[in-house]
């Protein structure tokens, strides 16, 4: 009924987050490769603001389908008090133990697979050093 609230308060946090680090990131780590000739090209490696900003977009989409689906189902309504089982005290019980269960558990899998999403694009930045034929330099832009 209002599962939605927990991965918007989530959205919210980490989208007040994300302005936070941008603005701390003064400066973009780079790679200087050389390609051989003596020419370089520069890479520059994923800042984590734009990781922040995964984080937040998958958030987002996903409470704003949820709520779609709420809304189309008439469990939320442009009318006070906005969802229809916070109007029943039974049913507003009911309605917070599935925002305890529910909306945490949905919040906690968008988080976990952002994580992991994480921990590939480390992987694949790692690889993609490791084992580039190319001689690389680390620097600052």
Known sequence: MACFIVPVAEAVVTTAITKVVKSKETK????????GKESFETEIKIPFSRKLKWLNNMLWGGSFLLAFEHVWHGEVVPWFPFLTAASDPAEASVMLSETATVGVSMAALVTAVWGVMLLVTKAMEKKALKHSPLQIREGCI
């Open 28 to 35: 973009l780590e780079a790679l200087k490769v050389e390609t």
